[in-house]
C-alpha cells in the first residue's frame, strides 16, 4: 500500500490489519497512521528508520492494544532452529561467541531506484541486520546489552552518495557472549543468494562449537571430547513463521515473536545504525 493511497485505504476498506511495504524511511510514519486508526499493523523489515518513530509506535500500539507484526523470515529457518535446539539443551555449554555473514547481492539494476535516492533507504546497517538483532537472541537465549561498534561505508558501488553498500557491526549479549558480523552488500550478483556466505552463522561456547547457513541441511558441531565434526540434521518440522506468530499475536496467543519482540528488535537495529553513523 502505498502512502498516496493509504487515507483513502483506511477510509474505505473495511480491515483490521494494514501490511506496509513503502520505501523503508516512509513504514514509521504509515505504521503510526495506521495505529492511530485502530489498525494492526504488519511490515516488512526494517519496521521504520527513525528510533522517535519507533517510540511512537511503541505507545500507540500500547495505548490501543493494538499488535505489530514484521516479516523476519529468519524464525523459519530449520537449521537455525535446530542450533536453538542444541544451545536449550546444552550440548554447547555457555555461549561464548558469535560470528555471522550476511553478504547479499546488490543487483543495482533490479534494485528499486528509491533505495539509493537520499533520505528513503535509511542505513544497510538496519536493513539487513533487522535480521540478525532478531534471530541471534532467540538463538542465544539472551538479549542485547551492548553496542559496541559498527561501520558503514562505501565500498563497491559509487554511483549513488548516498548508499553505503558495506557495513559490520558488533555487539554483546547479556550472558556475556561477543558477537561479530558483516551485513554488507558485497555478494557477487550473479549467485544471487547461494554463495557461502549468505547467513552463515558460527557459535562458540565452553563446550564446542556449531556451524550452519540459514537453509542448511545439517548443522556442523565440533563439540569437545570427539574427534570428528558431527552432521546433526535438522529439525523435521518447520518452526512458526513471523506471519503465524502475528497472527496468534492477534488472536491473544501467546508467541516468541509478539509485538514486544518485534519492537526490541526494531530498537536494536536502529541503535546499530545510529553507531555506524556516529550517533551513539
Given at each position: 500500500?502505498?502512502?498516496?493511497?493509504?487515507?483513502?485505504?483506511?477510509?474505505?476498506?473495511?480491515?483490521?490489519?494494514?501490511?506496509?511495504?513503502?520505501?523503508?524511511?516512509?513504514?514509521?510514519?504509515?505504521?503510526?497512521?495506521?495505529?492511530?486508526?485502530?489498525?494492526?499493523?504488519?511490515?516488512?523489515?526494517?519496521?521504520?528508520t527513525d528510533l522517535g518513530e519507533l517510540d511512537e509506535i511503541r505507545s500507540l500500539a500500547k495505548a490501543r492494544g493494538l499488535c505489530v507484526g514484521c516479516m523476519?523470515?529468519?524464525?523459519?529457518?530449520?537449521?537455525?532452529?535446530?542450533?536453538?535446539?542444541?544451545?536449550?539443551?546444552?550440548?554447547?555449554?555457555?555461549?561464548?561467541?558469535?560470528?555471522?555473514?550476511?553478504?547479499?547481492?546488490?543487483?543495482?539494476?533490479?534494485?528499486?531506484?528509491?533505495?539509493?535516492?537520499?533520505?528513503?533507504?535509511?542505513?544497510?546497517?538496519?536493513?539487513?541486520?533487522?535480521?540478525?538483532?532478531?534471530?541471534?537472541?532467540w538463538i542465544a537465549g539472551s538479549s542485547i546489552a551492548k553496542i559496541t561498534a559498527a561501520r558503514e561505508w562505501q565500498a563497491f558501488d559509487v554511483r549513488s552518495?548516498?548508499?553505503?553498500?558495506?557495513?559490520?557491526?558488533?555487539?554483546?549479549?547479556?550472558?556475556?557472549?561477543?558477537?561479530?558480523?558483516?551485513?554488507?552488500?558485497?555478494?557477487?550478483?550473479?549467485?544471487?543468494?547461494?554463495?557461502?556466505?549468505?547467513?552463515?552463522?558460527?557459535?562458540?561456547?565452553?563446550?564446542?562449537?556449531?556451524?550452519?547457513?540459514?537453509?542448511?541441511?545439517?548443522?556442523?558441531?565440533?563439540?569437545?571430547?570427539?574427534?570428528?565434526?558431527?552432521?546433526?540434521?535438522?529439525?523435521?518440522?518447520?518452526?512458526?513463521?513471523?506471519?503465524?506468530?502475528?497472527?496468534?499475536?492477534?488472536?491473544?496467543?501467546?508467541?516468541?515473536?509478539?509485538?514486544?519482540?518485534?519492537?526490541?528488535?526494531?530498537?536494536?537495529?536502529?541503535?546499530?545504525?545510529?553507531?555506524?553513523?556516529?550517533?551513539?
Amino acid at each position: 500500500i502505498t502512502h498516496e493511497r493509504f487515507a483513502d485505504v483506511l477510509e474505505n476498506v473495511p480491515c483490521d490489519v494494514i501490511a506496509i511495504g513503502d520505501y523503508y524511511a516512509k513504514r514509521g510514519s504509515i505504521a503510526m497512521q495506521a495505529l492511530k486508526a485502530g489498525r494492526h499493523v504488519i511490515a516488512d523489515k526494517p519496521l521504520c528508520t527513525d528510533l522517535g518513530e519507533l517510540d511512537e509506535i511503541r505507545s500507540l500500539a500500547k495505548a490501543r492494544g493494538l499488535c505489530v507484526g514484521c516479516m523476519l523470515d529468519l524464525r523459519s529457518s530449520r537449521a537455525l532452529a535446530a542450533v536453538r535446539r542444541l544451545v536449550a539443551e546444552g550440548r554447547l555449554g555457555k555461549i561464548t561467541q558469535i560470528l555471522f555473514t550476511a553478504q547479499h547481492p546488490l543487483n543495482r539494476d533490479t534494485r528499486p531506484s528509491w533505495y539509493f535516492e537520499p533520505g528513503k533507504h535509511g542505513g544497510t546497517v538496519n536493513d539487513i541486520g533487522s535480521h540478525a538483532v532478531d534471530i541471534i537472541p532467540w538463538i542465544a537465549g539472551s538479549s542485547i546489552a551492548k553496542i559496541t561498534a559498527a561501520r558503514e561505508w562505501q565500498a563497491f558501488d559509487v554511483r549513488s552518495d548516498s548508499f553505503c553498500d558495506a557495513a559490520q557491526v558488533m555487539f554483546e549479549l547479556d550472558n556475556g557472549a561477543g558477537v561479530m558480523g558483516d551485513v554488507s552488500y558485497s555478494a557477487p550478483s550473479t549467485f544471487g543468494y547461494t554463495h557461502p556466505s549468505y547467513w552463515r552463522f558460527t557459535f562458540w561456547g565452553t563446550l564446542g562449537m556449531l556451524e550452519c547457513n540459514v537453509g542448511s541441511q545439517t548443522v556442523a558441531a565440533y563439540f569437545d571430547g570427539e574427534k570428528e565434526p558431527l552432521q546433526i540434521s535438522v529439525d523435521s518440522e518447520n518452526p512458526k513463521s513471523y506471519l503465524d506468530a502475528f497472527l496468534d499475536d492477534l488472536r491473544g496467543i501467546p508467541t516468541e515473536l509478539d509485538t514486544d519482540c518485534v519492537l526490541a528488535s526494531a530498537r536494536d537495529a536502529l541503535l546499530l545504525q545510529q553507531a555506524a553513523w556516529g550517533k551513539r
